[in-house]
């Protein structure tokens, strides 16, 4: 069970969350391929093979070999896409495809740690240009994400600057960790792919959620608890639930205005009380 509030004369604790088949119910990645075959960045051929990538990753069956051949496809696919461009097919499409396919019991998870004290990480294999609008959608305190080489022209080059997967997202943990104080040892982790045990076994109280066959094994065998998330749920549809005030970081321009608003109000009332005195 969570805590409800954190000793905050403790260090600093987190939730980190993997994100496709553990926060959502799709691959995030995937998801998009349909909006970016009408932004004719991809071509019908191409919808069809990354709906079979779909099939696989949701029937369970993308193993290590298979997610590498996954990624050296995306990565050869996106070669030569405007960044720009993406970033606004996401933004455009974001609400439409990913809102609906939210899981309910990840939401309430998120509010929960929120409520705590903790922050929430995203931590995902997938690109940073779907992670990050889908992070700051959930609330999310941070990202990890992939991320792809960039050139002079705004393009990407088909090539990996940073692949967030398996051990590497363990060391990520480890350098928020170290960066933003937080002690791992009080810290929660979720995924659903046993790629992610190493970030699993790097905080104290880790989470299988749609567990793989391989990870369910893991948890059984390490005494880690299951978590069965079956309810995708648009966020507006479950607002008297997610009451939980947004992040200061997604909110810090509505809070200047608020601020400002106050003193407009408080100077208004003092100089009503000078008149009248």
């Given at each position: 069970m969570l805590k409800d509030v954190e000793n905050h004369s403790m260090p600093r604790t987190a939730a980190f969350f993997d994100l496709d088949k553990t926060v959502i119910a799709k691959s995030s990645t995937l998801t998009f391929s349909k909006s970016f075959y009408q932004g004719g960045l991809i071509n019908r051929r191409a919808v069809l093979r990354t709906a079979y990538s779909q099939f696989v990753f949701l029937a369970g069956g993308a193993d290590h070999d298979q997610m590498e051949r996954m990624r050296k496809y995306l990565s050869a696919l996106c070669r030569g896409w405007n960044v720009q461009q993406v970033r606004e097919i996401v933004a455009e499409t974001l609400h439409d495809l990913i809102d609906p396919i939210i899981y309910d019991e990840a939401a309430t998870l998120i509010e929960r740690h929120h409520t705590a004290g903790r922050d929430v990480v995203i931590v995902s294999t997938s690109g940073a240009e779907v992670v990050e609008p889908i992070g700051e959608l959930l609330g999310a305190d941070?990202?990890?994400?992939?991320?792809?080489?960039?050139?002079?022209?705004?393009?990407?080059?088909?090539?990996?600057?940073?692949?967030?997967?398996?051990?590497?997202?363990?060391?990520?943990?480890?350098?928020?960790?170290?960066?933003?104080?937080?002690?791992?040892?009080?810290?929660?982790?979720?995924?659903?792919?046993?790629?992610?045990?190493?970030?699993?076994?790097?905080?104290?109280?880790?989470?299988?959620?749609?567990?793989?066959?391989?990870?369910?094994?893991?948890?059984?065998?390490?005494e880690w608890p299951i978590l069965d998330f079956h309810r995708p749920v648009r966020l507006k549809q479950r607002l008297p639930a997610f009451s939980v005030p947004p992040r200061p970081a997604l909110v810090a321009a509505a809070a200047i205005g608020a601020a400002a608003a106050t003193a407009g109000l408080v100077w208004y009332a003092s100089r009503r009380r000078t008149t009248a005195a």
């Open positions: 941070r990202v990890v994400a992939t991320r792809m080489v960039v050139g002079d022209d705004g393009c990407f080059t088909g090539e990996v600057e940073y692949y967030a997967y398996g051990p590497t997202k363990a060391e990520a943990v480890r350098e928020l960790a170290e960066s933003e104080g937080y002690d791992l040892a009080r810290c929660y982790a979720y995924s659903d792919s046993v790629t992610d045990v190493p970030m699993l076994e790097s905080v104290g109280h880790p989470h299988a959620v749609n567990p793989d066959r391989a990870l369910r094994r893991e948890a059984l065998a390490r």
